[in-house]
């Protein structure tokens, strides 16, 4: 998979799971909006599945100042809810 202009370790093998579209389109906006985070990424990606999301969480994180973090642990808080209702389903 190529995320950035540089190659990134092939996803091969690994399930995509697709983000539900509204926590997708908040992620898009994250990366567009916080841009000095995901300097290394293409301008056209487009954040559509839960192993995208998890990466913005770390990049918003890692490079990101207090505001960034937040927005993180928000991402992170729904990834969780997520996954609680699908376990528990």
């Known amino acids: 998979m190529i995320i950035a202009d540089v190659a990134v370790p092939s996803e091969e093998g690994i399930a995509r799971t697709p983000a539900p579209p509204e926590l997708a389109v908040r992620a898009q906006a994250a990366v567009r909006e916080n ?13 559509d599945t839960i192993e995208q999301i998890r990466l913005v969480i770390h990049y918003l994180r890692m490079y990101g100042g207090w505001k960034q973090w937040d927005l993180a642990q928000d991402f992170h808080r729904c990834l969780s809810r997520l996954s609680s209702a699908t376990s528990s389903a």
């Open 35 to 47: 841009n000095h985070c995901f300097w290394f990424w293409r301008d056209d990606i487009q954040v």
